[in-house]
């Protein structure tokens, strides 16, 4: 079946400017991810939805990035006034209930220049 | 922090086995152990995770110490697409319990 996908591939945007980076999971997965990776690291959590509220968004580094999902299914992050610092790859996990396996996708490269 | 410490990078001669070890001294009772891999440009991939049992599936076998402070990933057969970036986590059982992942061993396959 279809896995976690992930639009766009690629994002350049100029310093200052607003992003919204989307995620499909997997259908019928219920617990959704974000993290971020930067060159040489591991990815780094964001925010985790289990269904359509925000179960722990400790990971968001400040109050520029935000994260919806508002039927239970695709969930987008915005990061607003964007800086160089935010350039990373954006990646998307699902996972049936929360526990167990996560599931990634491609992931979303966003430069910031 | 992650919670797990690994070699940054290894070789392994393709059609060998690759074992990648784990130190994972904090491990707690209720905390499984998880590897994921990353091939370049690709988001990670689940490989398998274990509890106190050794345990294996299609793609790798999972070996827990008996204390369980530490573990090794064997791949039985490495080839050239299991070069990658591997990761060793720690995670509680609970649903909300993240994953910290760690920078991971960088496995090359040398044909």
């Known amino acids: 079946g279809a896995g976690v996908s992930q639009t766009p591939s690629n994002k350049v945007t100029e310093k200052g400017k607003y992003v919204e980076l989307r995620c499909d999971p997997i259908s019928g997965h219920t617990a959704l991810y974000w993290y971020r990776q930067s060159l040489g690291q591991g990815p780094e959590f964001l925010i985790y939805?289990?269904?359509?509220?925000?179960?722990?968004d400790s990971g968001l580094p400040n109050d520029r990035f935000f994260a919806v999902r508002p039927e239970g299914s695709v969930s987008t992050l915005k990061i607003q006034r964007t800086e160089r610092g935010d350039s990373a790859v954006y990646l998307c996990?699902?996972?049936?209930?929360?526990?167990?396996?996560?599931?990634f996708g491609p992931g979303t490269r966003l430069t910031v220049t | 922090d992650a919670k797990t410490t690994q070699p940054p990078s290894m070789d392994c001669a393709e059609g060998r086995a690759a074992n990648l070890p784990c130190n994972h001294s904090t491990i707690s009772g209720n905390e499984y152990v998880y590897w994921y891999r990353q091939i370049h440009s690709q988001g990670p991939q689940y490989i398998i995770h274990?509890?106190?049992n050794n345990e294996t599936n299609e793609m790798a076998s999972l070996i827990i110490t008996e204390d369980r402070k530490s573990s090794t990933l064997i791949l039985p057969h490495a080839t050239l697409r299991d070069t990658a970036v591997y990761y060793c986590?720690?995670?509680?059982?609970?649903?909300?319990?993240?994953?910290?992942f760690g920078k991971g061993t960088r496995l090359h396959i040398l044909p």
């Open positions: 274990g509890l106190k």
């Open positions: 986590i720690v995670r509680g059982m609970n649903r909300d319990d993240k994953i910290i």
């Open positions: 996990a699902s996972s049936p209930h929360g526990a167990g396996e996560q599931y």
């Open positions: 939805f289990q269904g359509t509220g925000a179960a722990d």
